[in-house]
């Protein structure tokens, strides 16, 4: 991930990611990649980029491997799944008790709402973990939403809502090559949190 500013001067634990999938349909299609940083309290304790074998039974379609630059050959030569979520496992247990129900991440992303979330719990539940909740609050940091509250007065400006036309907006400097890989896409959902909760001025 592009080094960024490390303090974000708040409380609470938030999960930042974002994926890159075989599809849209998260009943249908899976997960190739997934990247983020876990903050606490506003300090970055550590960023993952992880490389997924999508689960065996989904359908992988070839627009949406490239949009994201890769082929079905290189995704089918990632980790396996289970191998991931282990890894993503040991990440949530250094920071979250998963027996205490107050104790548990924000997940945030751009446009996760409506659509990250429902491909990460479906992930846990094809990896036989039905405890998703345990992990995370149910309501989300939606950056796509902060920002729209934030640019409310000038949406009639910007030809859409996509993630490189908000950061460009805002005055974050993108690399159009690097775009739809999730490991720069939540670098730039990061910059426009920054921005729009009022931690850095843009």
């Known amino acids: 991930m592009p080094k960024a500013q490390i303090y974000f001067k708040m409380k609470g634990k938030i999960f930042f990611y974002d994926l890159e999938t075989t599809g849209v349909r998260f009943w249908k299609n899976g ?7 876990v903050v606490i309290d506003g300090e970055i304790k550590e960023k993952f980029n992880f490389k997924v074998k999508p689960h065996k ?3 992988i379609e070839d627009e949406a491997l490239a949009i994201a630059g890769v082929t079905k050959e290189q995704v089918l030569n990632y980790t396996d799944m289970d191998v991931i979520y ?3 496992l040991k990440i949530t247990e250094k920071y979250v008790k998963k027996f205490d129900k107050k104790d548990k991440f924000h997940l945030a992303g751009f446009n ?5 979330n429902q491909f990460f719990r479906a992930f846990y539940t094809q ?3 039905n405890y998703f909740g345990s992990w995370f609050w149910a309501d989300t940091l939606d950056v796509m939403v902060l920002a729209s509250n934030f640019l409310r007065d000038r949406r009639h400006e910007m030809e859409n809502f996509q993630l490189k036309t908000v950061a460009k907006f805002l005055g974050v400097e993108v690399d159009e090559t ?7 896409d939540i670098y730039l959902t990061i910059e426009i949190f ?3 909760t009022g931690i850095k001025k843009n």
């Open 57 to 59: 039974d989904c359908v």
């Open 127 to 129: 990896n036989g973990d």
């Open 112 to 116: 996760n709402a409506s659509f990250d």
């Open 194 to 196: 920054k921005i729009v």
């Open 178 to 184: 690097k775009l739809h890989d999730a490991e720069y």
């Open 86 to 88: 282990r890894q993503l």
């Open 31 to 37: 997960i190739h990649q997934i990247s983020g940083a």
